[in-house]
């Protein structure tokens, strides 16, 4: 079939990069920072197996039949209570849409609000599979700088007065791919932009309660009150991604929306997958089974920043994330991160080039490197062959750099 | 938040009226034609929960974590061979993509092919849901007319010459809403026109092997020389719609398309699910059990018509389907469905008015009854009542019925 039968957004969609990554490194000899997997041991699946069970036995034929697309009830409960007393919100099970995975929220995002050509902001970088999801609408995107403490707002404003955006899409809380966390203050500031211009914010969540650290955060819904923040959040991270359980918050008159196009989309989140989760959170101790996850994510945080602290040139930039899955290095202007990971996996190391997190101008010089998947031991392996791939890189390019100075 | 904050396509999008009229027929006093609910008395509970948990206890790491978009290979394998045996195709397990429901195969059709404006023929009536996942690309329709044996090929080629349609989106077995069957001759005249003028084709099989009678059919795909034919099909109506597993077989350079847009829109369904699945399917005989439920519905088809003949005034039509789910009614001009349907909800009794499965223009004096999901005495008494029904309707149209006639 000629490329001109298909609609005019597929000529910019391709394979997302990550993946042919992924499939590279599914090689069981890749020591793989590459993907974003929760660490399956981890995964209660003797617990799901009898809440499965039990479920089918008991509510089989519920389970199993066509249900309403906001989802199952006791569990938009569930998730009511757990936003309210956790993250800081207020609202009402009404203000609660399941969804198949979190990017299904994004990909409702973008039927919702975007038009051909409209402007996206997001963070630089930013989560790859969102512009994935964004790019069906063929909008356009800038980005906004951030440092250490989030999005940077000095002169944010002018550029709101001058073009706004039609959304906002963020990640405030232990950012893919940056595993940044925005202060308090950066949060109250942004808001009350955006508050002020009444610019709907999406707020990306998926990675929320995986926190090694006290940081002090809460979700941006704590600051809305207008109503404009969309909340984003996953089942993946706190339990297991399989299951395809995630869930949007939004406003009613918002959130109505949301709930017309997901019913075109796939009508609802399966019935069965979404009362097995219910049941397990009734059955067992999240908190506990959450603690344990990010018990485990701290020590291999750990190895992976004392490993890079250790085999790293000076003043190499990395982050030191207090939550989530990633560290996001900025290496010398220099060197080429896809470089670099023809490299490493002739050394069978993987990990992602951070250019495509950037929507605008990508930056050759990142990457971007899970921690979650690996025991700490081989997280310190992984980094030295890293580390030394990457100084043959730089001595390499190092005759480039030089004439790239000279200019 | 205002209207123009959110994309143009929301204001052409509205929760669908099956939608609303299914929750009012949720009430357990209404005897409900309304829905397209399968017999959940068939669902295979406790063959599931069995194999669910032998499942997560043997597998349940690769069942809980993430997966490749495409989809279970050996789920896939299972509906090549399947497809193959039974189907009259000749397809790859390369070339299916399992989906969250059939109805996620319609909205990765729309990302696909449709651009704002983009023509779509399709059957008149059609699928009313397709029109909903389409609707989100905005494009334009026309119907193609239809008899019993499906679409009426006169005229058509003209049509392809003067102005093509991008697509064309068919059900031609056991159709929903009508319940029509196209007849080998129409397939084959169809294709050959669908084939010259290169016209990618949408064959929606949701229903194709819930078979009461013998008819001779097969997948248009069958007839498919360039690779044409996307054939969306489901588990939803043979073994149960909670699991939301479905699946697109199409030529490879055309599924890469939506794999690509798969991996956007959801990343991936549900691994559990597909496992779950084929677990089933390897476990148990399922042609068995698809001849209960051909079984069982082929009883409820022939209460509903022999009722219908019986109670309904000569002359009045009605299709006798030969498989599926609905029986499709056209009444007398003058019988608005609409109120006809709030007359019925006060005998409660309910079912689904015609007017909204045509996308062009829409005769509201048709109307869907299910008969899937009653068992015979009541869908006998259900017909008593709706026949009633439509006799005080039209007693009480008789006088505009006149005047309109006089005109």
């Not at 479920?55 to 409960?77: C, H, I, K, M, N």
């Not at 209570?81 to 609202?91: A, K």
């Not at 610019?199 to 941006?220: G, H, K, Q, T």
């Not at 900025?330 to 990990?351: G, N």
């Amino acid at each position: 079939m000629n490329q001109d039968r298909f609609a005019r957004r597929m000529a910019g969609m391709s394979t997302s990069e990550v993946r042919e990554i992924l499939k590279v490194t599914e090689r069981p000899e890749i020591l793989s920072f590459a993907g974003g997997l929760p660490a399956p041991e981890l995964f209660p699946t003797e617990e799901l197996a009898v809440q499965a069970r039990a479920l089918l036995e008991e509510e089989g034929v519920r389970a199993l039949q066509y249900a309403p697309t906001e989802g199952y009830l006791p569990l938009r409960d569930w998730i009511t209570e757990r936003m309210n007393t956790v993250w800081g919100t207020q609202v009402t099970s009404s203000e609660i849409l399941i969804t198949s995975g979190s990017q299904q929220g994004l990909d409702l995002t973008a039927k919702v609000f975007l038009d051909e050509g409209d402007l996206v902001w997001c963070e630089s970088p930013t989560y790859l599979a969102a512009l994935g999801a964004f790019n069906v609408a063929m909008p356009r995107y800038e980005e906004m700088t951030t440092d250490q403490d989030g999005v940077i707002l000095d002169g944010l404003e002018e550029r709101l007065k001058k073009s706004p955006p039609k959304i906002v899409y963020v990640i405030p809380t232990f950012q893919n791919p940056s595993g940044r966390t925005w202060s308090m203050e950066r949060r109250r500031g942004f808001m009350e932009l955006m508050t002020k211009y009444e610019i709907p914010v999406i707020e990306d969540n998926a990675y929320y309660e995986v926190r090694f650290d006290e940081v002090e955060y809460c979700s941006l819904k704590s600051f809305d009150p207008k109503g404009l923040v969309i909340s984003l959040a996953s089942f993946s991270k706190v339990l297991c991604p399989g299951l395809r359980v995630a869930w949007v918050a939004a406003a009613p008159e918002v959130l109505a929306r949301y709930i017309v196009v997901k019913q075109s989309t796939d009508l609802q989140t399966s019935n069965f997958n979404q009362m097995l989760v219910y049941r397990f959170l009734k059955a067992y101790d999240f908190d506990q089974r959450l603690q344990r996850i990010c018990d485990t994510y701290r020590v291999r945080r750990d190895a992976m920043v004392a490993a890079l602290e250790e085999e790293l040139p000076v003043g190499m930039g990395f982050t030191r994330p207090a939550g989530g899955m990633f560290v996001w290095l900025e290496m010398p202007e220099a060197v080429d991160a896809h470089a670099l990971l023809q490299r490493c996996l002739k050394a069978f190391v993987a990990f992602v080039p951070g250019f495509a997190f950037y929507p605008e101008k990508g930056r050759r010089n990142t990457a971007r490197l899970n921690f979650s998947n690996l025991p700490p031991e081989k997280i310190r392996h992984g980094v030295r062959i890293f580390a030394r791939c990457l100084a043959e890189e730089m001595e390499a390019r190092q005759p480039q750099a030089a004439l790239t100075a000279g200019k």
